[in-house]
């Protein structure tokens, strides 16, 4: 990931290569569905950008030989995708790490949304009663299915504090050594 106008952001060469298919491939996929990359979610390198990558590419810890490896030459500067890009371009492109990629959001996405409407129905409990705790709890477990196959920490413990108007619902997920 590089950092490019305050953004993370990563270039379409190597998103070409973390979506298995050819820049060039890339980019007229991006040209043929335009209206669907808004602003922020892809940008070109202006010419400033692009003279400040190749410096940071040529002063990295890559050896002389990885450097002169490099596509130094290019025709144009490269586009950049922020998060939102490469989720997007995942639905237009048809490779099968992109197809896996389109599941996994949507799956994400609705694992999010069922979260949202148990959190949405917690409120409509009563404070402490066992409804609430066993709504809590599910709400919990959905959270930590989310985000623990994320987590590179051997062990962890994850607080969720909700402050929703007169009720506060935290909810700890500890898991030891796996």
Same mark, same amino acid.
């Given at each position: 990931m590089l950092t490019i106008? $305050?953004?993370?952001?990563? =270039?379409? #060469? *190597?998103v070409a290569a973390l979506y298995g298919v050819e820049t060039k491939a890339l980019n007229q996929a991006v040209k043929r569905n335009a209206e669907r990359f808004d602003e922020g979610y892809i940008f070109q390198l202006d010419?400033?950008? /692009?003279? $400040?990558w190749k410096s940071q590419i040529v002063t990295s810890n890559l050896s002389k030989e990885e450097i +002169? @490896?490099?596509?130094? @030459? /290019? #025709? #144009? +500067?490269?586009y950049a995708?922020?998060?939102r890009g490469l989720y997007m371009l995942a639905t237009v492109l048809n490779? *099968? #790490?992109a197809v896996r990629a389109t599941k996994a959001i949507i799956e994400t996405y609705a694992k999010v949304r069922s979260m949202v409407r148990d959190m949405e129905a917690l409120q409509t409990e009563k404070a402490g009663s066992p409804e609430q705790a066993n709504m809590l709890t599910r709400a919990g477990h959905k959270l930590a299915e989310l985000? @623990? *196959? $994320? =987590?590179?920490?051997?062990s962890r413990k994850t607080t969720i504090e909700l402050n929703l108007a007169l009720l506060k619902i935290t909810h700890e997920v500890k898991q030891g050594k796996e």
């Amino acid at each position: 990931m590089l950092t490019i106008r $305050n953004q993370q952001v990563l =270039l379409d #060469r *190597d998103v070409a290569a973390l979506y298995g298919v050819e820049t060039k491939a890339l980019n007229q996929a991006v040209k043929r569905n335009a209206e669907r990359f808004d602003e922020g979610y892809i940008f070109q390198l202006d010419t400033h950008e /692009l003279e $400040n990558w190749k410096s940071q590419i040529v002063t990295s810890n890559l050896s002389k030989e990885e450097i +002169a @490896g490099l596509k130094m @030459g /290019l #025709r #144009r +500067a490269p586009y950049a995708f922020t998060e939102r890009g490469l989720y997007m371009l995942a639905t237009v492109l048809n490779s *099968d #790490r992109a197809v896996r990629a389109t599941k996994a959001i949507i799956e994400t996405y609705a694992k999010v949304r069922s979260m949202v409407r148990d959190m949405e129905a917690l409120q409509t409990e009563k404070a402490g009663s066992p409804e609430q705790a066993n709504m809590l709890t599910r709400a919990g477990h959905k959270l930590a299915e989310l985000i @623990g *196959d $994320n =987590l590179s920490t051997v062990s962890r413990k994850t607080t969720i504090e909700l402050n929703l108007a007169l009720l506060k619902i935290t909810h700890e997920v500890k898991q030891g050594k796996e």
